[in-house]
């Protein structure tokens, strides 16, 4: 038999070292969807600004339009999320659409592999591009753009470098447009008296003033708006002034206009004012409008500005909520020409405003509170507020009473301390206290190892900021205050020195346990008062 050739014998490959020569492909969570025949399957997402003054029919088409030249013989667009009225500064977990886009992406089951824009400045700004590309491909999901002509790759310097410059330049024009609008604006209050929109002031209404300056817009239909008279709050504006003038204080004002059932701006126009469910007068509301130089006759703008009250500056995702700040007077853009009747003279305004601005009373003494800060209702957990009577300081909590409104007859009690006899009380029964000499003593000493006073019906309690009674609580004094069970006198307590106060704990509200009686004021006086709200609004 013919002997069979030998062929040589080749040893077998390594493993390992087959392993570790191959280029590991990233791991991505969720389950990976592997492109079918037709190609890859696209989510397409667009957004709008405004629908107001855009449209998102035409929107919509030009930047899928532009989206599907991206992914034109690569795959087909399977579905849509598309953003109307979202600025491009919004952080996409704020973005309806954008939020569910990535809800979806999260999904093991998701019908599509990789996300499309039609523009990389309609879905990003700043350096959202690169944390959204970053959660979207730990998805197992590709983000392609129109600016990459395919799928963006974080490893690749060159994308990185295009992402960087295009969320720059994404940036810039906003800041550029918002110069430019501005700017304009402030112009055309300036130097032509122009309504900027909004909701007219209180006795004021919107009437036509004709067609748009610009002929492009007025060719659209597009009209003026300027403010007139309203007949029926503007003798209230009017009567406002009159009683300011005559020396009547703002929560004196207020209570008439309360007690003549008179509507309040949120009341007479609740379409413009949805922010003031039930609105009553208020002394804000009042000092509002003594203080608003529109009723001079004069167009005026930028008296306030949103703050967004980022906790990192220029990132929208850390924002606490807008809030509307007033800006210094001489930032306010005033035409210096009347553009609308007048409902005060400008020597009556400006005599109401050196009222409002009087610092010290007319018996010219200095009225100073040291304990202000220091002192906490026991009843609802308020900060007692200064109060001067009879020549001399006090402090007193109406649990959310204003002299706007009358005071119900269930109401709890007012508590009301004068500080001489705050302080005269506290000395003579705590030995770490007796030493000191007057309010501003006593207040360097509460400061100094961050404490309170706890202030109820005839009972004081020392205690500190997080909450740790540090003393027990102290009967007042027989000045006619009912006792309460819980002020029985503590033994006094050696001193604290500074090295032996104990480092404070991590704060809590200085809320006291409600009772049923409390919260129901509580809520009764919220009813009665809804407009609390720290927001500044004109």
């Known amino acids: 038999m013919p002997a069979h050739a030998s062929t040589p014998s080749t040893p077998p490959p390594n493993s390992f070292d087959a392993w570790l020569s191959a280029s590991p492909a990233p791991r991505a969570r969720g389950r990976s969807v592997r492109p079918g025949a037709g190609g890859v399957r696209f989510a397409f997402y667009g957004r709008i600004s405004t629908s107001e003054y855009q449209d998102p029919v035409s929107s919509r088409a030009w930047q899928i339009e532009s989206a599907q030249r991206v992914t034109a013989g690569r795959g087909r667009i399977v579905t849509e999320f598309f953003d109307t009225g979202a600025s491009r500064s919004m952080p996409w977990r704020k973005r309806r659409q954008a939020a569910a886009l990535l809800a979806a992406a999260a999904e093991p089951d998701r019908g599509f592999d990789a996300v499309v824009v039609g523009e990389f400045e309609r879905a990003f700004a700043g350096g959202e591009a690169r944390r959204i590309i970053d959660t979207l491909q730990g998805y197992g999901v590709q983000v392609w753009l129109p600016e990459t002509d395919g799928p963006v790759d974080l490893t690749d310097p060159d994308h990185r470098a295009l992402l960087m410059m295009l969320g720059h330049q994404s940036q810039r024009e906003v800041l550029r447009a918002r110069f430019r609008v501005r700017a304009a604006m402030a112009a055309q209050v300036r130097e032509q008296g122009r309504h900027q929109g909004g909701r007219p002031p209180y006795g004021y209404q919107l009437v036509d003033a004709g067609p748009h300056l610009n002929k492009m817009h007025a060719s659209w239909g597009r009209r003026r708006h300027r403010l007139e008279v309203d007949p029926v709050t503007a003798p209230h504006v009017r009567w406002i002034f009159a009683r300011r003038l005559d020396g009547m204080s703002a929560a004196g004002i207020a209570r008439g206009l309360n007690e003549r059932r008179v509507p309040s701006p949120g009341v007479y126009d609740r379409v413009r004012n949805p922010h003031r469910p039930r609105a009553v007068w208020t002394l804000q509301t009042v000092a509002a409008i003594l203080a608003n130089p529109r009723y001079t006759g004069r167009q005026v703008w930028n008296r306030q500005f949103t703050d967004h009250r980022e906790a990192v500056p220029g990132d929208k995702r850390s924002s606490l909520g807008p809030v509307r700040i007033w800006n210094p007077r001489d930032e306010w853009v005033i035409c210096p020409d009347q553009t609308h009747p007048a409902l005060v003279s400008d020597q009556d305004f400006t005599t109401a405003q050196e009222i409002t601005a009087r610092a010290t009373p007319e018996d010219g003494q200095a009225r100073r509170y040291a304990l202000t800060g220091l002192l906490v209702c026991g009843t ?24 706007a409104h009358p005071a119900s007859e269930d109401a709890p009690r007012w508590v009301y301390w004068a500080e001489a006899r705050l302080v005269e009380d506290l000395t003579a029964t705590h030995e770490a206290l007796a030493e000191l000499d007057d309010a501003d003593d006593l207040a360097a000493y509460l400061t100094t190892r961050d404490m309170v006073v706890v202030c109820g019906r005839g009972t004081l309690t020392i205690e500190d900021t997080a909450g740790i009674q540090v003393d027990a609580p102290v009967a007042a004094a027989d000045h006619g205050a009912a006792q309460t069970a819980a002020a029985v006198p503590a033994p006094a307590e050696p001193a604290i020195s500074e090295a032996e106060t104990p480092t404070p ?8 346990p409600a009772t049923r009686r409390s919260r129901m004021a509580k809520r009764r006086h919220a009813a009665e008062n809804p407009t609390r709200s720290p927001k500044k609004r004109e």
Do not use: K, Q
């Open 505 to 512: 704990v991590a704060r809590r509200p200085l809320r006291r």
């Open 380 to 403: 609802c957990g308020r900060r007692l507020a200064g109060h001067w009577v009879n020549g001399r300081p006090g402090y007193r909590c109406r649990h959310g009473h204003t002299s």
